[in-house]
């Protein structure tokens, strides 16, 4: 699976990172316009892999805050799934942990439709700020992804920090969920989460965020 990504691409051949111009599309509404464009982009390319080697691969939309406010983030994905004809189980849906924490009785109403809807619900950046047990208790998610800039794992890691993930991973895995450690960036890191039964990994040790052709090409390779 992969998660979709926004980059800006210049005239010039420049990329813009979406540190620089996410906070702009936020601050102005505009963002909600780029999300609804990436989930049609996303869910056009799925229906583009049937039949094709790809096929069997699922694909992960982020959803900002602000769509919430904007759209109705289950009927706007339902319709672009239907036009295309993609089933929904091949979309992931990720929303951020404090995402859900704000506003969290509407919120979770909406995590309810979508999981009914039949998509894959995911809360992002679990462990980014101020986490809360009431997510995980209320929100019927099916993935739990970690973030990793929060729980480091490297030589310095501390043994209550460690204790902390893999608490995190066991509790994860009795709710039924999948794990994700997203930010992996070291063979350290990967063969800690391995041992503790993680149950996927997301990072630059693996590939940085690249086009669509290029990881085409990635997938094809590893296939063969």
């Given at each position: 699976?992969?998660?979709?990504l926004?980059?800006?691409?210049?005239?010039?051949?420049?990329?813009i990172?979406?540190?620089?111009?996410?906070?702009?599309?936020?601050?102005t509404?505009?963002?909600?316009?780029?999300?609804?464009?990436?989930?049609?982009?996303?869910?056009?390319?799925?229906?583009?892999?049937?039949?094709?080697?790809?096929?069997?691969?699922k694909?992960?939309?982020n959803v900002?805050?602000?769509?919430?406010?904007?759209?109705?983030?289950?009927?706007t994905?339902?319709?672009l799934?239907?036009?295309?004809?993609v089933p929904?189980?091949?979309?992931?849906?990720?929303?951020?942990e404090?995402a859900?924490?704000?506003?969290?009785?509407?919120?979770?109403?909406?995590?309810?439709?979508?999981?009914?809807a039949?998509?894959?619900?995911?809360?992002d950046?679990?462990?980014?700020?101020?986490?809360?047990l009431?997510?995980?208790?209320n929100?019927?998610a099916?993935?739990?992804k970690?973030?990793?800039?929060?729980?480091?794992?490297?030589?310095?890691?501390?043994?209550?920090?460690m204790?902390?993930?893999?608490?995190?991973?066991?509790?994860?895995k009795?709710?039924?969920?999948?794990?994700?450690?997203e930010g992996?960036?070291?063979?350290?890191?990967?063969?800690?989460?391995?041992?503790?039964?993680?149950?996927?990994?997301?990072?630059?040790?693996f590939?940085?965020?690249?086009?669509?052709?290029?990881?085409e090409?990635?997938?094809t390779?590893?296939?063969?």
């Amino acid at each position: 699976s992969a998660e979709v990504l926004s980059r800006w691409v210049t005239a010039s051949g420049e990329i813009i990172s979406p540190g620089e111009f996410i906070p702009f599309l936020e601050q102005t509404g505009q963002i909600v316009r780029l999300d609804h464009y990436v989930w049609g982009q996303a869910i056009q390319l799925l229906k583009k892999w049937e039949g094709t080697p790809f096929s069997h691969l699922k694909l992960s939309l982020n959803v900002f805050p602000e769509d919430f406010d904007y759209l109705d983030v289950p009927d706007t994905l339902c319709s672009l799934a239907d036009m295309y004809g993609v089933p929904r189980n091949k979309i992931n849906v990720e929303i951020t942990e404090s995402a859900i924490i704000s506003r969290s009785a509407l919120r979770q109403r909406v995590a309810d439709r979508l999981v009914e809807a039949g998509f894959e619900l995911e809360i992002d950046d679990f462990g980014k700020g101020n986490s809360s047990l009431n997510t995980l208790r209320n929100i019927k998610a099916q993935t739990l992804k970690l973030d990793m800039d929060f729980l480091k794992i490297d030589e310095d890691s501390s043994m209550r920090g460690m204790i902390i993930i893999e608490s995190m991973i066991h509790m994860a895995k009795l709710l039924d969920m999948t794990v994700v450690a997203e930010g992996v960036e070291t063979n350290a890191q990967r063969d800690a989460l391995l041992e503790m039964d993680c149950d996927l990994l997301q990072g630059y040790l693996f590939s940085k965020p690249v086009p669509v052709e290029e990881f085409e090409k990635h997938v094809t390779g590893n296939l063969v």
